[in-house]
């Protein structure tokens, strides 16, 4: 956006985020800041640099406009299909995704939210019943390293997410390699919860039911699926 507008724009990325995505983000034009060992650190020195220069600020995940781009997947996913699935199975880091997600289908449709078990910001939310901090780590961290779940995500997950479950490195790990192995599909770690939740059986379908599978993100070094 900022490179049609023609204005500079500045991404704060943490250190355990990958080069693969920093490579994308300067390709695009963008001036990569890297700093902090994780997202939060890097948003609050992104917070610090916006008020030194008064530029505007994009949240990754907790700003309305965000979360509403984030949820015009599901828009085009009932478009494709004609209909939505029974069952969408989404991955969660900061909820932006999953908030944009549900905000679109509402009770329509069933929506699952995932997360790893080292990084369970939704979760400890539910637990505690209000978003707290958590310790992040483990294999998505460096795209589902959130340590907060968003207001805005948080907000929309209390009205139109029933179930949010958890799932262990090894299992996202299997679904990774699995998709490419099987499909040739080079994803993140965080964009296989959700097959990572068919294969272990920590969600089950029931007969007929219609499941789909958001496979976002491929910001990670390919030589990885090894």
């Known amino acids: 956006a900022a490179r049609a507008l023609g204005v500079r724009c500045e991404v704060f990325v943490p250190e355990v985020s990958p080069e693969a995505k920093r490579a994308r983000l300067r390709a695009l034009g963008a001036e990569v800041v890297v700093t902090g060992a994780a997202y939060s650190e890097a948003f609050e020195a992104c917070v610090a640099r916006q008020q030194a220069t008064g530029a505007l600020q994009a949240h990754a ?18 478009e494709q299909g004609g209909r939505l699935p029974d069952t969408l199975l989404v991955s969660v880091g ?18 699952v939210a995932l997360e790893p078990e080292r990084a369970p910001t939704l979760h400890a939310a539910r637990a505690a019943g209000q978003p707290v901090d958590v310790e992040v780590g483990g294999l998505a961290a460096d795209s589902l390293g959130a340590r907060r779940i968003g207001a805005i995500g948080w907000e929309v997950s209390q009205r ?5 479950l958890l799932l262990s490195d090894d299992a996202i790990r299997a679904a990774q390699l699995w998709l490419w192995q099987e499909l040739k599909l080079a994803v993140e770690p965080a964009a296989a919860l959700g097959l990572a939740a068919l294969q272990t059986g920590a969600y089950k379908p029931q007969p007929q039911e219609t499941v789909a599978l958001i496979l976002c993100g491929a910001n990670f070094d390919p030589a990885s699926l090894t």
């Open 61 to 78: 995940y907790d700003q309305p406009e965000v979360v509403a781009g984030a949820g015009t997947l599901a828009l085009e996913l009932e």
């Open 94 to 111: 900061g909820g932006g995704l999953i908030g944009g997600v549900a905000a679109w289908v509402e009770s329509r449709a069933h929506v």
């Open 160 to 164: 139109h997410v029933h179930d949010a």
